[in-house]
Structure formats: structure tokens, C-alpha cells
């Protein structure tokens, strides 16, 4: 069976501070995709990144930095120097063999000023 | 820029109507899915289609029916809307080739059901 698990229903951290948004997967595929999606209060989720199973390069895009670490299949999301703007639900994302994309429920996140 | 969008940011329909959710993409996209989003359950997903007219179960589609019969439009339709089917909907599309598997999301239509 396939899963996502986003252990951390809420966070609040204060503006400035270092947050990571953990993710673990499951899956018996040797072959597939992990994603971050970010959902503002506007509503629409935003796609940050993705990963293929065989890329286990950790990526850094300007505050943001993603681990991804097969033996423990968990692939986190950290957020450095956090902003207000950085306020929203973040989800976390599976996909193998087919083109179905499995969401965690989501880690709600809030940047105090 | 890939754009998705969906024909209602709110809706609010009676028990037992007939509701039509309309989604295009502007993309060119195979792929094309439903969701509806409920606070602490996450995603889960309704419906996807692969390809003009055809379509397959998600997680949770009892209830709903879907139409794709042009390449850019995806209908969900609830029958006979009932009160547990209040919820956000997101339509969402992705390209199937090269490894570029990411689904790109529509804003979103909120259902009440009264």
C-alpha cells in the first residue's frame, strides 16, 4: 500500500526561525516521484518540487532546502529564515505506478511576526 | 504558464440539485483529475481521466460522475448534491511524459450544500 504521512498537523515558529516540515512515505515501487506542494490562504496549491526515487541529492532553492533519504523513506521540507509569507498549508506527495498523486494531510504552518 | 481553471470560486446549491463543477486547462495536458479537501483529511482524489472520454475511479467516488469530452475540459457532476458533499473541490492536469509528473491545481470552487 502506498502512504504519505505528515506527522505534524500545525507548527507555529516565529518569524525568522528555521522550521522543518517532515515527510514519510511508503511504498513498494523501486520506481517513483515525491513532491512538495505549498497551499496559501488564496487557496491554490503551488508545486515546489519534485523528486524521482533515483535522485537522492538534497536541493536547495534560495530558503528553501529538501532532504530526501531513502532509508528512512522520509524526504523533509526545510524553511530557513522563515517569513510571514511562508504562512500556509504544505503538503507532501507521492506518486509510482500510476499517474495518481497521494497527498499527506497537509502540515499547516504560521509564521508569527 | 500553465493555467487551470475552474468555472466557480463559490457555489451554494439545495440538497438533491444537480451540480455541474467545470475545469479547463490551457496546456495541452493528458491527464486531468478531481479532488475534494477536507480540514484534516487532506486531498483525496474523486476521479481522473487520462484521455478524452475516458475515466477511472479515485478514492472516494460514490456519488460523483465525470465527463471529459474535449482534451481541455474535465466535468465533475454530483447528481444529487447532499449535505456531506459540501467541501473545496480542486481540478488539477498534468503532462504524462518525461518524467515531469507534477500536477498543476486550479484555485479551487467551494461547495455548500444547504
Known amino acids: 500500500a502506498q502512504k504519505v504521512t505528515q506527522a505534524q498537523t500545525e507548527i507555529s515558529v516565529v518569524e525568522k526561525e528555521d522550521v522543518t516540515l517532515d515527510c514519510v512515505y511508503e511504498?513498494?515501487?523501486?520506481?517513483?516521484?515525491l513532491f512538495w506542494y505549498k497551499q496559501p490562504p488564496s487557496g491554490e496549491l503551488v508545486f515546489l518540487i519534485r523528486?524521482?526515487?533515483?535522485?537522492?541529492q538534497n536541493e536547495i532553492s534560495g530558503r528553501y532546502s529538501w532532504n530526501f533519504q531513502k532509508s528512512t523513506s522520509s524526504f523533509n521540507f526545510t524553511i530557513t529564515a522563515s517569513q510571514v509569507v511562508d504562512s500556509a498549508v504544505y503538503f507532501c506527495?507521492?506518486?509510482?505506478?500510476?499517474?495518481?498523486?497521494?497527498f499527506g494531510k497537509g502540515t499547516r504552518l504560521h509564521i508569527l511576526p | 504558464d500553465v493555467k487551470v481553471t475552474q468555472s466557480s470560486r463559490y457555489l451554494v446549491k439545495r440538497t438533491g440539485e444537480k451540480v455541474f463543477l467545470e475545469c479547463v486547462q490551457d496546456?495541452?495536458?493528458?491527464?486531468m483529475f478531481w479532488y475534494r479537501q477536507d480540514p484534516g483529511l487532506g486531498l483525496r482524489l474523486i476521479y481522473f481521466?487520462?484521455?478524452?472520454?475516458?475515466?477511472e475511479k479515485g478514492d472516494i467516488p460514490e456519488g460523483y460522475s465525470v465527463s471529459r469530452e474535449k482534451k481541455e475540459r474535465f466535468s465533475l457532476i454530483l447528481e444529487s448534491a447532499s449535505t456531506n458533499q459540501t467541501s473545496m473541490y480542486l481540478c488539477?492536469?498534468?503532462?504524462?511524459?518525461?518524467?515531469?509528473?507534477?500536477?498543476?491545481f486550479g484555485p479551487g470552487t467551494r461547495l455548500t450544500v444547504t
Open positions: 506527495a507521492l506518486m509510482s505506478r500510476d499517474d495518481k498523486i497521494i
Open positions: 511504498t513498494r515501487d523501486t520506481t517513483y516521484y
Open positions: 523528486r524521482n526515487s533515483f535522485d537522492e
Open positions: 496546456m495541452d495536458h493528458e491527464n
Open positions: 481521466s487520462y484521455d478524452v472520454k475516458m475515466k
Open positions: 488539477a492536469s498534468n503532462l504524462y511524459s518525461r518524467g515531469n509528473y507534477e500536477q498543476y
